[in-house]
């Protein structure tokens, strides 16, 4: 126990120090952890091969991650992704198993384990990558949503592989499974070897109707049992149960799933697929949550710390080949398929990029490819720090994707941009959620506008619904001036990239002083750049809905609709002043908490307007007293 809480330090003190320090640098935590692992494994040696049960416990991240995926997947969704799942994601499966299986068959190796070996490096790190577009906000890109179905198929994959590969087996004489001793940090299959002693020995058709049964048994559970439990443990209304019972379904479920030797994550992601229905959904969700996250960052320290560098150093022309092969097959694979799938730009070099890596469930194929005589002990000691440096490198191939996004325009690049022949007094640039309401209201008062955005799908949904766009990049010069800006009344900048939008208004203000500009900040701080820039009006986009939410509030607590809409208004008037109190304090070269002359006058306007909004509340009551009381007396 004292061994355990030891190490559990040294892991926890290194991610304290490594993490917020990558990140301040803008390399992500992902990178954080990994080095934190890297430094205090083969670089100091104060973690080893003796810590397997704390990589263990860490590898449990993986699994209640993949447990919450499963949880935001209802099974019509995946019918619904399923163009995407087998076209891009069943694409690059089979297509990266049989490039690096031939290639791997072309070395020498039986065909039984070159296929082995392109199921494993056909993978991809759904932990590392979900965790970096998460963090950098690409998860809701076109590219973001493109990897994520490849992921989520690769996820779902791992089932048919590990019922095929007890069908591999091979004669090999040297088949003990020490890779993860040796290896010294991923203990991937010890895992799954811990409790194989059930299926040792039988047939590989034996195995993969054990495989099928127990998959099964978790889909049964899910959808018969697990709701009954839950409904038990609400009836006793005690909230500490609901973590207890979460807990238990995702170590349960892991742990039978080790017993007949299978990956613990994809029973766990089964049971969150099917429990994606359920009314306790949002209530599992919430409870895995905070677990996830400190053990997932765990198993990327293990992963750092666990890279056997005696191997490394003892080849490193091979292994650094391998791994830098491994990463081009896969990066070529992924870049035909964007082009096969019309990715354009930014999607297409994210697609390609965030993908090139091998994952974490190759630790567990890995592992189970010895256990079955597919792999022998030396090829697959190789393929596990061939694993895991590519893993190492995944966060670099993210920064060098947003190296190359920069000098990558939005716009298509196949596709002309439009020629504006339209004018009117009322310029758009950009159409998304908050320019499509402006459009829709100023054209159906009868003015015209000319839209400009460079997303070429928003035009043609437009277009669908019967609405005039032009597709082009409005920062540019000459596609502004053949909207009309030389003749516009108003200029509408309801762009995404803050700083396009910044340069947008510095561009018409310096060639049209009198033209008024409305523009859509993203936040307070936006709103002073914006105002710098030469806007007129400048609204943030949640402003209006918050203040419409907290009068709704205020009407439910106590305050009559009136009195509401009172406090809505001074409110509002207040936060204008405000806000032009503030804009001559800001500084763009400091945050605004480091502004000491800033936070001083934001805290003094706080104060006045809870002085405002409390009296105009109390001048109110004592209006209606006074009423009330001459009332009287008239009546009296």
Not at 470 to 484: K, M, Q, V
Not at 530 to 540: E, K
């Amino acid at each position: 126990m004292e061994g355990f809480l030891s190490q559990a330090v040294v892991y926890l003190a290194a991610a304290v120090i490594a993490v917020p320090i990558a990140s301040r640098m803008g390399l992500g935590s992902v990178l954080g952890y990994l080095a934190a692992g890297i430094i205090i494994g083969p670089v100091m040696g104060l973690v080893g091969s003796e810590t397997a049960d704390l990589q263990h416990f860490a590898e449990f991240g993986v699994v209640m991650m993949l447990f919450v995926i499963g949880l935001e997947l209802e099974p019509r969704a995946l019918w619904d992704m399923r163009h995407k799942l087998l076209g891009l994601g069943g694409l690059q499966i089979t297509g990266t198993i049989a490039v690096i299986g031939g290639v791997a068959f072309a070395f020498g190796l039986p065909w039984q384990s070159a296929l082995a070996i392109g199921m494993i490096l056909s993978l991809s790190s759904t932990a590392i990558v979900l965790q970096t577009l998460n963090e950098k906000g690409l998860m809701q890109t076109p590219g973001g949503r493109s990897s994520f179905s490849v992921l989520l198929t690769q996820d779902i994959a791992v089932i048919p592989m590990l019922a095929m590969i007890p069908l591999l087996a091979l004669p090999y004489d040297d088949h003990t499974p020490k890779a993860s001793d040796d290896h010294g940090g991923h203990g991937a299959h010890d895992a799954a070897h811990a409790a194989t002693n059930l299926l040792e020995g039988l047939p590989g058709w034996a195995v993969t109707l054990a495989t099928l049964g127990v998959i099964a048994g978790i889909i049964l559970a899910g959808i018969f049992l697990i709701p009954l439990v839950f409904r038990f443990i609400h009836a006793a209304r005690l909230r500490e149960m609901y973590t207890s019972i979460t807990l238990l379904i995702v170590a349960g479920i892991g742990y039978l799933m080790t017993i007949v030797g299978l990956s613990p994550a994809l029973g766990t992601f089964l049971a969150g697929v099917v429990l994606a229905n359920s009314e306790f959904r949002h209530e599992l969700e919430s409870d895995i949550e905070p677990f996830k996250g400190l053990l997932l960052g765990l198993f990327f320290i293990t992963v750092g710390a666990g890279i056997n560098f005696d191997i490394l150093f003892g080849n490193p022309a091979t292994i650094l080949l391998m791994t830098l092969g491994v990463i081009a097959i896969k990066g070529a694979i992924l870049f035909a398929i964007a082009l096969l799938f019309h990715m354009k730009g930014r999607s297409r070099m994210l697609f390609t990029l965030s993908l090139a890596q091998a994952g974490e469930f190759g630790f567990v194929l890995i592992g189970f490819t010895v256990q079955q005589h597919v792999l022998p002990t030396a090829l697959s000691e190789q393929l596990l720090l061939v694993v895991a440096l590519s893993m190492l490198i995944t966060p670099a191939l993210f920064i060098a994707y947003e190296v190359l996004s920069r000098r990558v325009s939005e716009t298509v690049a196949d596709e002309p941009e439009d020629e504006v022949d339209a004018g009117g007094p009322v310029i758009i640039a950009g159409i998304g959620r908050f320019g499509q309401i402006v459009n829709r209201m100023v054209r159906n008062s009868g003015y015209e506008t000319v839209v400009l955005d460079s997303d070429l799908r928003m035009i043609q949904l437009m277009r669908k619904f019967g609405f005039k766009g032009f597709f082009g990049d409005p920062t540019r010069p000459e596609i502004l001036h053949a909207a009309g800006l030389h003749e516009a009344s108003v200029l509408v900048v309801a762009i995404d990239d803050k700083e396009a939008a910044e340069r947008l208004i510095q561009y018409a203000r310096s060639e049209r002083p009198d033209l008024h500009i409305v523009a859509r900040a993203h936040d307070r701080v936006h709103v002073y750049r914006l105002f710098r820039a030469g806007a007129n009006d400048i609204v943030r986009e949640m402003f209006d809905s918050s203040l419409r939410a907290g009068r709704y509030v205020l009407e439910n607590v106590g305050l009559s609709e009136y009195e509401a809409h009172e406090a809505e208004k001074a409110f509002y008037k207040h936060d204008r002043h405000a806000m032009r109190e503030l804009a001559p304090l800001w500084d763009p070269d400091k945050p605004v908490y480091e502004n000491e002359a800033y936070v001083a006058r934001a805290k003094e306007l706080e104060q006045e307007l809870e002085s405002t909004m409390l009296s105009s509340r109390t001048g109110e009551a004592l209006d209606g007293e006074e009423t009330q009381s001459e009332e009287g007396k008239a009546e009296g």
